[in-house]
């Protein structure tokens, strides 16, 4: 198991390789199908003004050799005021591909943590700019839940509570590199065997 | 059927239920995968943090899956019956059993993108009545069917050039499978297969997605489709896909399969993925007295 910190450094990350079981500490920021597309509408299409340009200030340096984890928890807001994690496994990561490889190259994020994998233009950035995927385990809500020690804030909740980007803080929560920054891609991989063996079954 | 004051309190039980208890038939399934797989690889990890959340769920009462999905009731019910009542008290159900965190704020309004933050909206959540026989007794079933399995769902009609797919049952298979491939890991396998075989576009799905209903170890009762079904589970299991899609040797849990008459002009094959965490639950109401099978 190795044991990783956030900020995370390029070294560390080109150091990674797909199989490795990784155990992560510090903070990542939720970020989803509508966090994605403000974040390229908002923030890189354009230079953020207003409102958008100080949310880019809170999350870009979080951002910055961070990690973005693609999920929409169950939350619960407590007496005080305060927002637990009650449930909250990865969502499918496919439907970021036309986002991610921006979101990678230009906010510096050193790692995305989702499930099902990712498409070719996600790997590219990896490569070209130092970045890993990281597969948690799809569904294993309540049990991933319980590694988000401290919800710090949210942010943009008028996208919906799944959809907002949430700011937690994590101790030991375990994935596995199924993409990684020398082009390996575990998804890759499955999917060429499985097709190889589909075309076996049916003699094509 | 008189109407039931209770019936509120009864369908938020039912859906607690759905989203923190998995069927035994699928545990049992999810395990009997674990032993499966090579000791120590990447399938067993999975499917054991599978097995640990599922039974962390159950204990906390919280979420299996933080999708908690589309609520789909299925109703079955005598002839005269009140169905206004049973559908206000599925929504109210719904709205609070998202206060409790049963379930997720899952209702986006498609055009504006706002969420209505209580599961409540158009068609939302989803109740299907049908009536029956029986005089005094009404079965619903929660189905709570999450997104990403739901977007790895596809309607194939036949013939199909791509795929070689001709209009006969090794045409059906060969959609079916392909299906499965296209999936790989992001409708979160090891899935149950739902299928219809005809039909129209509509109630191919509609079908299809009743399936799912079935218990994993029930036989169809025709045996072409039942030794079909056997057929594409094991087939799916030998693609090397496996748990999440790390590869491995638990695809498919089990495969349902029905059929409908079509017009000569259509061939559709319909196939819903249902994703490991299979959520589903049933409330029987009889003599007043309410049971969760």
């Keep these: ?204 | 059927m008189k109407t039931i004051p209770e019936l509120s309190d009864w369908a938020l039980e039912l859906i607690r239920l759905a989203s923190t208890r998995l069927p035994a038939d699928i545990r049992e399934s999810l395990a009997k995968g674990r032993a499966s797989e090579v000791e120590n690889s990447p399938a067993a990890a999975t499917l054991g943090t599978i097995l640990e959340n599922i039974d962390l769920a159950e204990k906390l009462s919280t979420p299996i899956c933080q999708d908690t999905g589309t609520p789909v009731f299925y109703v079955q019910h005598p002839w005269d019956f009140p169905a206004a009542q049973f559908k206000a008290a599925f929504t109210e159900a719904v709205k609070v059993a998202t206060t409790k965190n049963y379930l997720r704020p899952n209702a986006v309004d498609s055009i504006t993108g706002k969420n209505s933050g209580d599961n409540t909206g158009d068609h939302f959540p989803a109740v299907y009545f049908e009536q029956w026989d029986r005089e005094d007794e009404v079965r619903v079933d929660l189905m709570l069917k999450g997104g990403g399995s739901e977007n790895t769902g596809a309607q194939y009609a036949l013939p199909h050039a791509g795929l070689g797919a001709g209009r006969d049952l090794d045409g059906v298979r060969k959609v079916i499978l392909d299906a499965v491939v296209n999936a790989q890991g992001k409708g979160c396998g090891p899935a149950v297969l739902a299928v219809c075989i005809g039909g129209d576009r509509s109630s191919g799905y509609a079908l299809a997605k009743k399936q799912i209903l079935r218990p994993l170890g029930d036989k169809n009762p025709d045996p072409v489709l039942a030794a079909l079904e056997d057929e594409i589970t094991e087939k799916a299991n030998s693609l090397g896909i496996g748990p999440m899609g790390f590869g491995g040797m638990t695809t498919v849990l089990g495969t349902k399969i029905t059929s409908a008459h079509r017009v000569p002009a259509s061939f559709f094959v319909s196939i819903i993925y249902m994703c490991w965490a299979a959520r589903k639950q049933a409330m029987i109401i009889r003599g007043g007295e309410v049971s969760y099978d």
């Design chain 1, 1 to 204: 198991m190795i044991k990783l910190k956030t900020p995370i450094t390029e070294e560390k990350i080109r150091s990674l390789k797909v199989g490795d079981v990784v155990s992560l500490s510090g903070v990542f920021i939720t970020a989803r199908d509508a966090a994605h597309k403000y974040m390229i509408d908002e923030w890189l299409d354009k230079e953020p003004r207003g409102e958008d340009a100080e949310l880019r200030a809170i999350l870009g340096p979080l951002l910055d050799g961070g990690v973005i984890y693609h999920c929409g928890p169950v939350v619960r807001q407590d007496e005080k005021g305060k927002w637990h994690f009650v449930a909250a496994g990865p969502t499918t990561s496919a439907r970021e591909e036309p986002y991610q490889h921006r979101v990678i190259g230009q906010l510096g994020v050193r790692a995305v943590i989702g499930k099902g994998g990712m498409g070719e233009m996600t790997l590219d950035a990896c490569v070209k700019h130092g970045a890993v995927y990281l597969h948690a385990v799809g569904g294993a809500a309540s049990l991933i839940a319980q590694q988000v020690v401290e919800v710090e804030d949210v942010y943009k909740t008028e996208f919906g509570l799944p959809e907002a980007f949430w700011r937690i803080r994590v101790e030991d929560f375990q994935c596995v590199v199924t993409m990684d920054s020398h082009g390996e891609s575990l998804h890759k991989k499955v999917l060429q065997d499985s097709r190889k063996r589909y075309e076996e079954i049916f003699g094509a």
